[in-house]
């Protein structure tokens, strides 16, 4: 059995409420540490992300509960409002997220150099501190411990009008070169991790009167629709081995006549969303473990 991790969720926390103003900067456990499919081993997720993956709508966030469906663990490193891609605005509001965007972070998941980390610390939301707690915390991990990494963005690439594409396949101010860049990062450090790359979910936009609204399939901030965005991860991930696409805009059922259900705003999936989501992404995994999926 492999030895087990401890990450970061302030809840675990309770029963050392004396120690809560340290526990902040400690690492602790998300989700429940048992066996997987029977299997003796406990999987070991790293999940890398944009809002969808750090917020908790509910009760609980996605990574939370993708470990306590599957009965593993998972390492959170989302942080709400990133891109894939490097926005490198002079004048961008959040210059300092920017410096937390996955091209960024993969770069110190392989260096193992987190040191600069805390320089941001105090710009990013209380609740998203967990992760960069546990991106200091995976520099201890061997790199065989890790099982799986999810590489969950697009909607802020996608906001913003990053393009898509350039001459340099790792352009990293493009969605597909960071994304390109990022995937072979990750194969560097975890060499036998599967990475699924997990596409962009369906949004919506409201017109000024707050009744009408565009989708996002239609919605073009200047680097394309949504399924502009979908498709570009889509083709990156399949030049990889061990590179598995998890396709939101198909696998979620979510369109204009139901995403009230399953949205918490026009962008961010609600609790209902999330557990639909979190039924497609075990499909995905068991479909891998199983050796099924394409």
Same mark, same amino acid.
């Given at each position: ?26 690492? &602790? ?28 709508? #509910?009760? !609980?966030?996605? $990574?939370?509960?993708?470990? %306590? !469906? ?41 260096? %193992? ?11 990013? $939301? ?17 790199? %065989? ?8 963005? =697009? ?7 990053? $393009?898509?594409?350039?001459?340099? $396949? ?6 597909? =070169? ?9 194969? !560097? ?8 790359? &997990? ?16 989708? #996002?399939?239609?919605?073009?901030? #200047?680097? #394309? ?15 990889? +081995? ?17 995403? +009230? ?11 209902? =969303? ?12 068991? %479909?891998?473990?199983? =050796?099924?999926?394409?």
């Amino acid at each position: 059995m492999k030895k087990k991790k401890w990450i970061k969720e302030y809840t675990v926390f309770i029963i050392v409420a004396v120690i809560a103003a340290v526990a902040i900067l400690s690492t &602790s456990k998300i989700g429940i540490q048992k066996y997987y499919f029977g299997n003796d081993e406990t999987l070991q997720i790293l999940v890398l992300g944009d809002s969808n993956m750090a917020y908790d709508f #509910g009760d !609980r966030s996605i $990574p939370q509960r993708i470990a %306590e !469906r599957l009965e593993c663990d998972v390492y959170n490193c989302a942080v709400g409002g990133t891109t894939a891609s490097k926005t490198n605005y002079k004048n961008y509001a959040d210059w300092t997220i920017d410096s937390l965007c996955l091209y960024n972070l993969t770069k110190i998941i392989e260096t %193992e150099n987190a040191q600069n980390l805390y320089d941001f610390y105090d710009d990013v $939301p209380l609740n998203e501190r967990y992760a960069i707690d546990n991106m200091y915390y995976l520099t201890e991990l061997e790199n %065989e411990d890790v099982d799986y990494v999810v590489i969950s963005y =697009g909607l802020n690439d996608y906001l913003a009008g990053q $393009p898509l594409y350039s001459e340099d $396949p790792y352009d990293e101010t493009t969605y597909a =070169g960071a994304l390109r860049s990022s995937i072979e990062r990750i194969q !560097r450090k975890y060499p036998n991790a599967t990475i699924v790359v &997990s596409s962009i979910t369906y949004c919506v936009f409201y017109e000024e009167d707050g009744q009408n609204f565009a989708e #996002g399939y239609a919605k073009d901030w #200047g680097g #394309g629709s949504i399924i502009a965005y979908r498709d570009a991860a889509k083709a990156v991930a399949e030049e990889y +081995a061990n590179v598995y696409f998890m396709d939101n805009l198909e696998l979620l059922k979510i369109d204009k006549t139901n995403f +009230a259900e399953y949205m918490q705003d026009s962008m961010h999936l609600n609790a209902v =969303g999330q557990e639909m989501y979190v039924d497609c992404f075990v499909d995905v995994i068991e %479909e891998v473990e199983s =050796g099924n999926n394409g």
